[in-house]
């Protein structure tokens, strides 16, 4: 089972903007839910944004309006996080999160290895 890939995180300043991807497996039949968390140092992961299999998408509050989540449909193992106007409180490790079926048959559900977003006021 091969974990998705995070790319796109790095050092801004507040009010610019950066675009995160991620990678499914090239091993999933069927993708139901991919999902972008964040963790802050000294907090618990958290709920950024979530695009389901229909195209419908759910943002936590801090980041509503400015956040958009999204997927290719030509190539649909990708998905992006496009961040606007960033803020410091923004800063912390971006990890996606997909949830779906294998080719084999077997339910997936798998976390990537993160990337960094740092926001500097």
């Known amino acids: 089972q091969v974990q998705p890939v995070e790319s796109g995180g790095g050092l801004v300043q507040a009010g610019e903007s950066l675009r995160l991807s991620c990678t499914a497996s090239e091993s999933m039949l069927r993708i139901d839910r991919m999902d972008w968390y964040r963790q802050a140092p000294g907090n618990e992961r958290e709920l950024v944004a979530a695009?389901?299999?229909?195209?419908?998408?759910?943002y936590a509050d801090s980041v509503r309006g400015r956040f958009t989540i999204s997927r290719d449909n030509a190539k649909k193992k990708m998905m992006y996080l496009q961040m606007n106007s960033l803020k410091p409180e923004d800063t912390a490790v971006y990890y996606c999160n997909i949830r779906g079926l294998l080719i084999s048959g077997r339910a997936y559900d798998s976390w990537g290895q993160g990337t960094q977003v740092t926001v500097s006021s």
């Open positions: 695009i389901g299999s229909g195209g419908s998408t759910n």
